[in-house]
DNA sequence: ACCTGAACACCGTTCAAGT
DNA sequence: ACCTGAACACCGTTCAAGT
């Protein structure tokens, strides 16, 4: 019992089961432990989660060197969107942090290492580093837009009732699917979506960078 | 008491108390009533809490005629952000929400209807839309970029940690000050930074729409 | 038929009692 | 000194009992 053990029992019991089922109780009780033993290795829930974070940041890919700013950005953000996909709880967690651990403050460290190298401005890349936002982290808040979790029949039925609310709604929301064979609310291709916004933000950056 | 009466009291709650001291058990009390007496006008928490959402909706500013797409479309955004300030706990409540109310899908409705008019191709608006993310509500996810509540001497203590443990991250967060006489670390112009992120995009597409 | 109090199945965390 | 079980102060929601 380590609280590197009970923070890797806790990303395992929240890729498993959710992050629901992360509880100080159910998380003792997955490694056969009374709840409060727990505190001996963490203060707060807080905590736990904060470890858990750092343990998926442990994950993203180290920066490319050799690499203009533009593609070492831009393969990191990417690398940090394939953790989020592998840990699926990641990003409602991340958003939930109010405190960096010195993890966070490296990875940010990094990222802002690679605009300075790149010549740009601490001014430029304050103001690069907000428009980010969350894409720093591999994912961005796509609310409302999430399909709630049905069978593909409900999930039809759900579509043409939108179809006939809300037709403008509905044939956005299927336009720029990539797969042809894709059934209606499928869903379009997320991996494209996020590089979409990514790459309007970094091509922008640019811009403004050479204007400088 | 109806349905009306309940989401208003849980909006002011929220205001007053924040978004935490919004339970079905604290509310009723709020309301001299008895808890399950709220489940005759909102079938769970969950509706409750669309409910609220639906109500500052309903604060942003009307969609503006005559306007071009894109100051149309900033102005929107702009009047959502402005809901957002007067209601803290929002972001936090939007984000948690799985399923689209019709006021919410109108919303969207009338984002769309805007590009619509402004020539966008269906397939453009998709990607527009999805590159937007939260902002389109007004918000973006900042990340461990938000101080956590503390009094001043104490933040700035806390700041100069982090300028001796992470040299770059400090500079860069205090970069870009807008106002000279603001203390180290009280934060940079949160409406600037906004606004430059949005700025970012809405060129981007701007160049996309017109290259196709 | 409607309303409502107690109860259920949970939380995170405190704290005193036991070893 | 260390560990731990019971207890505290909460949740959202169910459900049966009372009117």
Not at 157 to 173: K, M, N, R
Request: net charge negative; charged share 20%; hydrophobic share 45%.
């Amino acid at each position: 019992m380590s609280r590197e053990i009970v923070l890797r029992a806790a990303v395992a019991l929240a890729d498993d089961a959710g992050i629901d089922s992360v509880s100080m109780r159910n998380l003792a009780q997955e490694l056969g432990v009374v709840p409060m033993a727990l505190y001996k290795h963490v203060t707060n829930k807080e905590e736990l989660l904060d470890g858990m974070v750092d343990l998926i940041i442990g994950e993203f890919d180290p920066p490319t060197c050799g690499a203009g700013w533009k593609d070492a950005i831009r393969q990191r953000i990417l690398s940090a969107r394939q953790a989020m996909l592998r840990h699926r709880w990641a990003p409602e967690v991340i958003r939930s942090r109010t405190h960096a651990t010195p993890v966070v403050l490296d990875y940010l460290n990094s990222l802002i290492a690679t605009f300075r190298a790149g010549g740009f401005s601490a001014d430029l890349i304050h103001q690069v580093m907000h428009a980010l936002g969350s894409r720093t982290w591999g994912f961005t808040l796509e609310v409302f837009f999430t399909p709630p979790p049905a069978g593909p029949d409900l999930h039809t039925a759900l579509f043409s009732q939108l179809a006939a609310t809300h037709p403008d709604v509905g044939e956005i929301a299927t336009a720029g699917f990539h797969d042809e064979d894709s059934t209606v609310g499928q869903g379009c291709d997320e991996e494209f979506e996020f590089a979409f916004g990514l790459d309007v933000l970094l091509d922008g950056f640019e811009r403004l960078h050479q204007q400088a």
